[in-house]
Every structure is written in structure tokens, then in C-alpha cells.
């Protein structure tokens, strides 16, 4: 992808439909199915709401790891996701094949901070990633990132860059 195409792509999450849509030269490329935040709309630190507003991939990660591939603070862990490893640590938000790191764009809105504190999309490690094949999408159940389905979030990350736009609106 040219730089010149990656400025005409777009994404758009929206929490209403739980979708996420990509869109090139504005044609809608593709649209998958998504999981945004149980807590609903928000962007406080430590919310567990999933932010609105313009914002951009600021880093991809992940790129040569095998679908279902665990992470842990943004590195492979090694393991591959199962219904065992699953069933032997319930307490972990698994966070599966894929990460785009998202970052506000809008001051005090979803970027550094606000009267209420901080409000930081980066900061508060919200990213567009997997989840694993039993849970639940279509419906709000995150802690405040996007999850997709291992192969939804796959194929996501080969057709965006880091600096591509994504837009989180409520309808």
C-alpha cells in the first residue's frame, strides 16, 4: 500500500452496530463483526468504556505471530490460545493474534487529559485486537478495547498501516 493510499483508508468502529468497516477512497472495503466495552462509551482511565472520537493506529503488533497467539503487555507470550489455556487462567483478558494500538487524537476528549483526569487512548492501552473463538461478538463484553474474531483481526492488519484513521462513533 502507497502512502498516498493509506491516507484515503479509514476505519470506523461504530458501538451501536458493533461493527467495525473499512473504507479506501470511500468505498466500504470490508465489515466485520466487533465486541466494544461492556461499561459502554467513555474514556476516563480505568473506565472499562471504549473511547469515541477521531483517533489513529498508532502501532501495529504482531505481524509474524501464528493466529491465536497469546500477548501479554504487547508481547507474545509463546502460547497458543485454547479451550484448555482458557479454562486454566479464567481470570486473563485474553488479547489473541493481533494488536493495533490505538491513540486519541482529540485533546482532553480522548487525549491526555481532562477535569475528570486522564482520558488518554494510548495511555489506557486501548487497542483493536483478538479475543478468543467462544467469546462473545456482536455484543458489548470488553473492558474497553475493540475485540474481533482471530481471523477478522488477521486480515484487518494486513490492509491498515500505523497512522491510519480510526474513527469511533456511537450510532
Same mark, same amino acid.
Given at each position: 500500500?502507497?502512502?498516498?493510499?493509506? +491516507?484515503?483508508?479509514?476505519?470506523? =468502529?461504530?458501538?451501536?452496530? !458493533?461493527?467495525?468497516? /473499512?473504507?479506501?477512497? !470511500?468505498?466500504? /472495503? #470490508?465489515?466485520? &463483526? %466487533?465486541?466494544? #466495552?461492556?461499561?459502554? =462509551?467513555?474514556?476516563?482511565?480505568?473506565?472499562?468504556?471504549? &473511547?469515541?472520537? $477521531? @483517533? *489513529?493506529? #498508532?502501532?501495529? *503488533?504482531?505481524?509474524?505471530?501464528?493466529?491465536?497467539? %497469546?500477548?501479554?503487555?504487547? %508481547?507474545?507470550?509463546?502460547?497458543?490460545?485454547?479451550?484448555?489455556?482458557?479454562?486454566? @487462567? &479464567?481470570?486473563?483478558?485474553?488479547? +489473541?493474534?493481533?494488536?493495533?494500538?490505538?491513540?486519541?487524537?482529540?485533546?482532553?476528549?480522548?487525549?491526555?487529559?481532562?477535569?475528570?483526569?486522564?482520558?488518554?487512548?494510548?495511555?489506557?492501552?486501548?487497542?483493536? @485486537?483478538?479475543?478468543?473463538?467462544?467469546?462473545?461478538?456482536? +455484543?458489548?463484553?470488553? @473492558?474497553?478495547?475493540?475485540?474481533?474474531?482471530?481471523?477478522?483481526? /488477521?486480515?484487518?492488519?494486513?490492509?491498515?498501516?500505523?497512522?491510519? &484513521?480510526?474513527?469511533?462513533?456511537? $450510532?
Amino acid at each position: 500500500m502507497t502512502d498516498n493510499e493509506n +491516507l484515503m483508508s479509514q476505519i470506523v =468502529i461504530s458501538i451501536a452496530q !458493533q461493527t467495525l468497516t /473499512i473504507y479506501k477512497l !470511500q468505498k466500504v /472495503i #470490508a465489515q466485520y &463483526p %466487533v465486541s466494544t #466495552a461492556k461499561n459502554g =462509551i467513555g474514556s476516563q482511565q480505568d473506565s472499562g468504556c471504549t &473511547p469515541l472520537g $477521531q @483517533h *489513529i493506529i #498508532a502501532e501495529k *503488533i504482531g505481524g509474524n505471530a501464528p493466529s491465536h497467539a %497469546v500477548f501479554i503487555g504487547r %508481547v507474545a507470550t509463546g502460547e497458543i490460545y485454547d479451550a484448555e489455556l482458557g479454562a486454566s @487462567h &479464567p481470570e486473563r483478558d485474553w488479547i +489473541l493474534s493481533r494488536i493495533l494500538w490505538l491513540s486519541g487524537l482529540e485533546e482532553g476528549v480522548n487525549k491526555g487529559s481532562n477535569s475528570q483526569g486522564g482520558c488518554d487512548t494510548y495511555r489506557r492501552y486501548i487497542y483493536i @485486537h483478538g479475543t478468543p473463538d467462544s467469546e462473545a461478538i456482536g +455484543l458489548p463484553f470488553s @473492558h474497553g478495547c475493540v475485540r474481533m474474531r482471530n481471523q477478522d483481526i /488477521i486480515e484487518l492488519f494486513e490492509q491498515v498501516e500505523e497512522g491510519t &484513521p480510526v474513527n469511533i462513533i456511537a $450510532q
